[in-house]
């Protein structure tokens, strides 16, 4: 598809206008966020809103998130506004969480995918404020690759998946958080987090009390489940490559590694622990730097597909904090193939 000459735009002045004014005309732009680069256009066009499922070629089953700078749009946005959300967009807004509402009459089907809910984010980048507040509409966004490909966390990741499909990208550096942000349903009788992001389970229960943790968070959903969050079912944010998950300590991944050797095999391993392996590998930060690896997971998963690997295995995070979204996320990247070495 080449049906535009994509612009990189800066995030400056001039840039945040030339994105408003595409954004007010119906066309999709890439945006910068804090947690990875979200493909935006008006929430409540639906034509617009269906240009960037085009874009992505995102199943139309999958909805999106809409991304407001004000908290004041919150109210048409939604049928309603429950307690625990005031008390979690008083703390963590804006930031990296969405919380899913029972949505309002102005959500096109198309962004919500037909489900009575919606998902709503207030992002903390400041290029992505200023474009939401000079468009001066809500913006539904997903995250920026073609669908199946890890997220973007830079404007040149983008520009990879998606140059001549788009109108324009605005450069806002490399995003901070680097994995998407914590999804919080608050439909239902508890707080149920859908997916894990810079907004930990444990930042959620300490001003909630309680959270529910969906079980496709650690594990695989039966095929017959109906998702509730139809995003849960898809494979995502894979490399080319096959990759597995492997839980052991650094020595032993470098042996066990070294023994699957074969044309095409590689390592995905944390920085410094690449000493003794006979492959090539790429890094995500260090065993224990939980926000490096966040930072970075999804760029080594890009770098992957550059060197040409085939089978990769890949170092398990920590689950604790927001090591709980890498680790759902590469689970992802896997299909849930893990492995275990004692
Ligand atoms: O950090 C982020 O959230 C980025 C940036 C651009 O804001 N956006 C992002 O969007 O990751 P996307 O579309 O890649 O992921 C949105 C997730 C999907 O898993 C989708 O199924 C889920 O949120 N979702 C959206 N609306 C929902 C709803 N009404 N109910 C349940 N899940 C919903
Ligand atoms: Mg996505």
Redesign the pocket.
Known sequence: MNLYETCLLKGNEKGIKKAAELLRSGETVA?P????????ANALDDKAVRRIFEAKG?PRD????V?ISDINRLDELVADIPKSAMILADKYWPG?L?M??N?SLIIPDS???G?????V?M?SHPV?RAIIKEADIPLA?????RSGSP?PTTAAHVLHDMRGRIPAVVDGGECI?G?????V?L?GNQPKL??P??ITPEMLISVLGGLQIHPAVKSRLPDDEP??????K?K?YSPKADVVLVKAAPDRFADFVNSQKREGTAAMCFDGEEGTLQVPFVTYGSRHDLNAQARRVFDALRRLDDIGAATVYCSCPDEKGIGLAVYNRLLRATGYEVIELD
């Open positions: 945006i966020t804090e947690t990875v680069y979200g493909l935006a995102r999958n909805p999106l998130i991304h990296p969405t899913i509402f949505r962004v919500s995918a489900l009575s809910t919606v998902a984010r992002p992505a966004a997903p995250s920026a690759n997220s958080v994995v998407e942000s914590t999804v349903d439909t859908l997916r992001g810079g998702a509730v969050s139809p995003g849960l898809y995502h």
